[in-house]
């Protein structure tokens, strides 16, 4: 383990081992600035001298490895999971948003000139971005990096969802002929509706997905079946998933989509790196450096060649990247107004607090006083902590939680 070292100035310099950094502080030449990652800042002039740093990052549409070496030390590892939950979020705010609208501001106009923006990308894959993008400032601002290597990975999205296709069945797909997906749907059912076939005499046909999109379901021609409106309405009206000939199907080229976005962005992002591939990765990973599949032990390989080897070091950054609080209107008379519910008993959620029943986050509130903590994945350490007088707030919440892990055990 090592501790990281910035000038009088904050400019990062080479990290120290535990032992000079407790003399520092013990002859007040230095102050701590940052406890996770445990960060001083010099207090005195000094030299700038540094070594060649080279760091590695794992990209990922769910968790993101990062390292960095010098020579043949590990400086720093780190696993970031990235957020999953902005979809989510977003459609409660709109919720939120459209009840205000019909029960409270009926006298606005509609506004649609913020819809469909060229080159938008969407929320969830731009915070995705942004944390690949928060975790290389983290690293620059703890470390003198002086060379970045990235692994990009391309899929060929036609040959996951069909592996047989070869040559020219690449041009030759179920949609030949038609001008989108729907026409293709219509076609394949017979312009008939799915479930009762004629019955209902409603001859307006709609196209429905088999497995909801909400669960993941996808807009290929597997997943849609024509229904007539009638029984569209029907269906959405009981939310069931009735049974039809055709078996829906999820959605297999999700993160091979995302990753591709994240690759094309990062490069337009204007951060300079060195492009290296997965197959490489592996190599180093499992016939030189023999170490397990893992988010951060890909990125050790990034960082070495091939002929370099690697002295193990057992402390990782564990990162979440969290939301920066709970939806709250900001313009109104109701922003004036605290949400009673946003802190209890001067504790938000995700605020790192200390207990006799161990060290965590708080996970959920009552307000009886007795709260849940977890752990930074999530695992619940205690469901009731009395936090009114047996509770030591360690740091407020932050939009990236923090916690050291080690392979076989796990501390702070």
Same mark, same amino acid.
């Given at each position: 383990?090592?501790?990281? /070292?910035?000038?009088?100035?904050?400019?990062?310099?080479?990290?120290? !081992?535990?032992?000079?950094?407790?003399?520092?502080?013990?002859? %007040?030449?230095? *102050?701590?600035?940052?406890?996770?990652?445990?960060?001083?800042?010099?207090?005195?002039?000094?030299?700038?001298? $540094?070594?060649?740093?080279?760091?590695?990052?794992? $990209?990922?549409?769910?968790? /993101?490895?990062?390292?960095?070496?010098?020579?043949?030390?590990?400086?720093?590892?780190?696993?970031?999971?990235?957020?999953?939950?902005?979809?989510? *979020?977003?459609?409660? +705010? +709109?919720?939120?948003?459209?009840?205000?609208?019909?029960?409270?501001? +009926?006298?606005?106009?509609?506004? !649609?000139?913020? +819809?469909?923006?060229?080159?938008?990308?969407?929320?969830?894959?731009?915070?995705?971005?942004?944390?690949?993008?928060?975790?290389?400032?983290?690293?620059?601002?703890?470390?003198? #990096?002086?060379?970045?290597?990235?692994?990009?990975? &391309?899929?060929?999205?036609? %040959?996951?969802?069909?592996?047989? /296709?070869?040559?020219?069945?690449? =041009?030759?797909?179920?949609?030949?002929?038609?001008?989108? /997906?729907?026409?293709?749907?219509?076609?394949?059912?017979?312009?008939?509706?799915?479930?009762?076939?004629?019955?209902?005499?409603?001859?307006?046909?709609?196209?429905?997905?088999?497995?909801?999109?909400?669960?993941?379901? $996808?807009?290929?021609?597997?997943?849609?079946?024509?229904?007539?409106?009638?029984?569209? =309405?029907?269906?959405?009206?009981?939310?069931?998933?009735?049974?039809?000939?055709?078996?829906? #199907?999820?959605?297999?080229?999700?993160?091979?989509?995302?990753?591709?976005?994240?690759?094309?962005?990062?490069?337009? &992002?204007?951060?300079?790196?060195?492009?290296? !591939?997965?197959?490489?990765?592996?190599?180093?990973?499992?016939?030189?450096? %023999?170490?397990?599949?893992?988010?951060?032990?890909?990125?050790?390989?990034?960082?070495?060649?091939?002929?370099?080897?690697?002295?193990?070091?057992? $402390?990782?950054?564990?990162?979440?990247?969290?939301?920066?609080?709970?939806?709250?209107?900001?313009?109104?008379?109701?922003?004036?107004? *605290?949400?009673?519910?946003?802190?209890?008993?001067?504790?938000?959620? !995700?605020?790192?607090? *200390?207990?006799?029943?161990?060290?965590?986050?708080?996970?959920?509130?009552?307000?009886s006083g007795y709260f849940a903590i977890c752990d930074i994945f999530n695992k619940t350490i205690s469901s009731s902590v009395k936090v009114k007088s047996e509770c030591i707030r360690l740091q407020a919440r932050k939009t990236t939680l923090v916690q050291l892990t080690r392979r076989n055990s796990s501390t702070r």
């Open positions: 383990m090592r501790v990281f /070292v910035l000038n009088k100035d904050g400019k990062p310099l080479m990290p120290t !081992f535990p032992v000079i950094a407790r003399l520092l502080l013990k002859e %007040k030449k230095a *102050k701590v600035v940052h406890k996770t990652p445990f960060t001083i800042k010099l207090l005195y002039e000094t030299t700038e001298f $540094t070594q060649p740093i080279t760091a590695g990052m794992d $990209t990922g549409s769910v968790m /993101v490895g990062c390292a960095a070496i010098s020579g043949n030390q590990i400086l720093y590892q780190s696993e970031v999971i990235l957020r999953n939950d902005i979809k989510e *979020k977003m459609t409660q +705010r +709109r919720q939120y948003r459209r009840t205000r609208r019909t029960r409270k501001t +009926r006298y606005r106009e509609p506004r !649609f000139d913020n +819809r469909g923006k060229e080159g938008k990308i969407a929320p969830s894959i731009r915070s995705k971005i942004e944390s690949h993008i928060r975790e290389k400032n983290c690293v620059e601002s703890i470390l003198p #990096v002086s060379k970045w290597i990235v692994e990009t990975a &391309s899929f060929d999205i036609h %040959k996951i969802t069909n592996p047989t /296709v070869e040559g020219i069945d690449y =041009q030759n797909g179920d949609l030949k002929g038609f001008y989108n /997906v729907k026409q293709y749907v219509l076609f394949r059912d017979n312009y008939t509706c799915q479930y009762c076939f004629g019955k209902s005499k409603d001859k307006v046909l709609e196209c429905h997905h088999i497995i909801f999109r909400k669960n993941k379901g $996808t807009d290929t021609p597997k997943n849609l079946i024509v229904l007539c409106q009638t029984c569209h =309405q029907d269906l959405h009206a009981k939310y069931t998933q009735k049974t039809f000939p055709i078996h829906g #199907v999820l959605s297999k080229t999700k993160h091979a989509t995302e990753i591709g976005i994240i690759k094309s962005q990062l490069r337009k &992002s204007g951060w300079i790196f060195e492009e290296t !591939f997965g197959y490489l990765t592996k190599f180093r990973r499992e016939q030189i450096l %023999k170490l397990p599949k893992t988010h951060s032990n890909d990125a050790i390989a990034i960082c070495c060649n091939d002929y370099q080897v690697i002295q193990p070091d057992d $402390t990782i950054y564990t990162k979440k990247h969290v939301a920066a609080g709970d939806y709250q209107q900001t313009t109104g008379k109701r922003s004036e107004k *605290k949400i009673p519910t946003e802190k209890l008993f001067g504790l938000r959620k !995700f605020d790192l607090i *200390k207990t006799i029943k161990g060290i965590g986050f708080v996970k959920g509130k009552r307000s």
